[in-house]
Nanobody, 125 residues
Framework: HVQLVESGGGSVQAGGSLRLSCSVSGYTYSTACMGWIRQSPGKEREGVAAFSYGGGSTWYANTVKGRFTISRDNAKNTLYLQMSNLKPEDTAVYYC???????????????????WGQGTQVTVS
């Protein structure tokens, strides 16, 4: 059982920055993926950035490479998404998500995640 609590969303001007945080609690020994997923109204969910623990890799969507950075603080059990040079097309609800499906190695697809935070709105204008 994993619980995720997000914070850090808000409204910023284009070119600005935001730092999203995700507090993680519960049993995480079998976690395959920790990632950030976003969804805009009328659009499908899309992966933004993720850690694959089984694969030992980090993934970024092409649309955010060079602008977003995923990181973690193991001592604080917290996952972060640092977003810089934000663009209006980054406007979405951002979710922290975890996959407890142990066989998963590719963490880029939203469908692999089975635990989700409540979501936090990011608006860029």
């Amino acid at each position: 059982h994993v619980q995720l609590v997000e914070s850090g969303g808000g409204s910023v001007q284009a070119g600005g920055s935001l730092r999203l945080s995700c507090s993680v609690s519960g049993y995480t020994y079998s976690t395959a993926c920790m990632g950030w997923i976003r969804q805009s109204p009328g659009k499908e969910r899309e992966g933004v950035a993720a850690f694959s623990y089984g694969g030992g890799s980090t993934w970024y969507a092409n649309t955010v490479k060079g602008r977003f950075t995923i990181s973690r603080d193991n001592a604080k059990n917290t996952l972060y998404l640092q977003m810089s040079n934000l663009k209006p097309e980054d406007t979405a609800v951002y979710y922290c998500a975890a996959s407890l499906l142990g066989w998963v190695r590719n963490c880029s697809r939203p469908g692999v995640y089975n635990y989700w935070g409540q979501g936090t709105q990011v608006t860029v204008s």
